[in-house]
């Protein structure tokens, strides 16, 4: 089993930036996927960015060129850095893992384990 614990949510104004951080435990292996996505109300989960063996990345289309997803393997922590946040950034992110995958992940059914989620507001 694989714990993830996210934290560094909270209330920004637009323009703003935050970072979020995703610990994980338990039976954590050095081949991994990791992910970012976010759930607006009323939305569906999507896609914020992707990080496999702390080294390749991807983003969603929408966050490309703001958000910077990084992992620190010998803390088991990824890090989302936020910068340039809008009002539509505003939703529960929650961190997602799958272990043994040397592939970047873009779709929620494909990772095993899902942190509880920390919400992100971005006022205007």
Same mark, same amino acid.
């Given at each position: 089993?694989?714990?993830?614990?996210? &934290?560094?949510?909270?209330?920004?104004?637009?323009?703003?930036?935050? @970072?979020?951080? /995703?610990?994980?435990?338990? !039976?954590?292996? !050095?081949? +991994?996927?990791?992910?970012?996505? @976010?759930?607006?109300?009323?939305?569906?989960?999507?896609?914020?960015?992707?990080?496999?063996?702390?080294?390749?990345?991807? +983003?969603?289309? &929408?966050?490309?060129?703001?958000?910077?997803?990084?992992?620190?393997?010998?803390?088991?922590?990824?890090?989302?850095?936020?910068?340039?946040?809008?009002?539509?950034?505003?939703?529960?992110?929650?961190?997602?893992? @799958? @272990?043994? &995958?040397? /592939?970047?992940?873009?779709?929620?059914?494909?990772?095993?384990?899902?942190?509880?989620?920390?919400?992100?507001?971005?006022?205007?």
């Amino acid at each position: 089993q694989v714990q993830l614990v996210e &934290s560094g949510g909270g209330l920004v104004q637009a323009g703003g930036s935050l @970072r979020l951080s /995703c610990v994980a435990s338990g !039976s954590i292996f !050095s081949i +991994y996927a990791l992910g970012w996505f @976010r759930q607006a109300p009323g939305k569906q989960r999507e896609l914020v960015a992707s990080i496999t063996s702390g080294v390749t990345t991807d +983003y969603g289309d &929408s966050v490309k060129g703001r958000f910077t997803i990084s992992g620190d393997n010998a803390k088991n922590t990824v890090y989302l850095q936020m910068n340039s946040l809008k009002p539509e950034d505003t939703a529960v992110y929650y961190c997602a893992a @799958r @272990r043994f &995958s040397v /592939c970047v992940l873009y779709h929620a059914e494909e990772y095993e384990y899902w942190g509880q989620g920390t919400q992100v507001t971005v006022s205007l």
